[in-house]
Each structure stands twice: as C-alpha cells, then as structure tokens.
C-alpha cells in the first residue's frame, strides 16, 4: 500500500472499513495530532515520541528514528522499561505504542 499524505485518505473509500486500513488511518490520526502538538511546543518528549511510533507504524522508519533521535538526546540510552518508569509495565492499551517504538529503534530493556 502506497503512502499518503499526512490528512488525506485513499482515493476508494469503499475499503475505509477494512481492518488493515481502519488501523492504519489510525496511525495517520496519531501523526497528524503529535505533529500539531510538536508545531505548538516543541519541547515535550511523549510527542516526540508518539511521532516516533506513528511513523514507524506507517513504514517511515528513517522519519520515526530522527523522532525518537530527539528523546534519546534527552535521555540517553533510553528503553521501553524506562520510559514506563521503574515501577510500571505498558498497559495492555500501550501496545501500538511499545511496537512502535520498538521498530523505530529503541530497546524494550
């Protein structure tokens, strides 16, 4: 499947509802709210971050490892365990996210 631009959508909307698509413009909605967030303030690391899986998500894996290249200056040697905190482990709602952030380059432990 072809990229598409940031805020559009496929040019046949009869397979919008398909499972792979549904997810997929899930993906996009995440870019496109991270990257307006990123826009207002630059400077907070769960947007960079969000970016990082996102793009990864949607195969734009050189994109999401200089978004997650910015966190990483910040916190170096930074992993999925960390980023949870000592104490925490990922919900089972932070799936896509760990994934994510996983195929972008950062290391679960």
Known sequence: MADWPVGRFPADK????????????????ALVWASRSR???DGLEWTQT????ALA???RIDE???ALRVVTAAR??????ELFGRNQRPGPHDGFLVEGLVKAGILRT
């Not at 009869?14 to 909605?29: C, D, T, Y």
């Not at 969000?50 to 899986?53: E, G, I, S």
């Open 14 to 29: 009869s397979k919008l509802s398909e499972p792979r698509i549904v997810g997929r413009l899930r993906f996009v909605q």
């Open 39 to 41: 826009d207002i303030y």
């Open 50 to 53: 969000v970016l990082a899986a």
């Open 57 to 59: 998500h949607l195969g």
């Open 64 to 66: 999401a490892r200089d």
């Open 76 to 81: 170096p040697g930074l992993t999925i365990g």
